[in-house]
């Protein structure tokens, strides 16, 4: 299912989760039927994210869509951002890849959390370029989803990649 879902408008967040839990494979049932309720119990909790809320003064404002099956964002980093010399600090990098991850899980299974993540950081990356960042799911068993993710600068170069597994949400 291709869209791109904006965390800022709670009725696309909505629709893309009821039309994902719709048509996602049974053995995902379990999990992805809960979807909604999950954004209903947390309020505007998603919109102060670091990652991806539209709420958060220093937060990095990841705006994802599924393409192929691939969770994807386009980053350009701001100034605060910066680690050393004219890079990109690689805490954000990191925080990058995680929820790119988490992203690949939402799309391919449902929502869930960090269980294990595991990083290479490849190459600097400039603060003066634009980044692709690209998830997309290996597995799903058990409850549990591998997923792989990888940043990428305008130009191509590799800047990072990670692998990790999360945990699918249950309802309680």
């Known amino acids: ?12 967040v909505v629709r893309y989760l009821i039309a994902a839990a719709t048509s996602a494979p049974a053995t995902f049932e379990g999990y992805v039927n809960v979807t909604t309720n999950l ?3 947390s309020g505007d909790a998603y ?9 958060n003064p220093i937060g990095l404002r990841l705006v994802f869509r599924n393409e192929d099956g691939a969770a994807v964002a386009d980053f ?14 690689g805490g954000i990098v990191l925080t990058m890849l995680d929820e790119t991850l988490a992203y690949a899980a939402l799309f391919a299974a449902g ?8 990083a290479r950081l490849r190459s600097p990356g400039p603060m003066d370029q634009s980044y692709r960042l690209r998830g997309t799911v290996s597995k ?10 990888t940043i990428h600068t305008e130009r191509g170069a590799l800047v990072a990649e990670a692998t990790g597994k999360f945990m699918l949400i ?3």
């Open 1 to 12: 299912m291709g869209g791109c879902v904006r965390v800022g408008d709670p009725a696309s």
């Open 39 to 41: 954004i209903e119990q």
């Open 47 to 55: 919109r102060r994210c670091f990652g991806c809320g539209t709420e």
């Open 76 to 89: 350009r980093p701001r100034p605060e951002y910066q680690g050393w010399d004219r890079m990109l600090h």
């Open 111 to 118: 929502p869930a959390v960090t269980a294990e993540i595991s």
């Open 140 to 149: 799903v068993r058990l409850g549990l989803v591998q997923a792989q993710a």
């Open 170 to 172: 249950r309802s309680s």
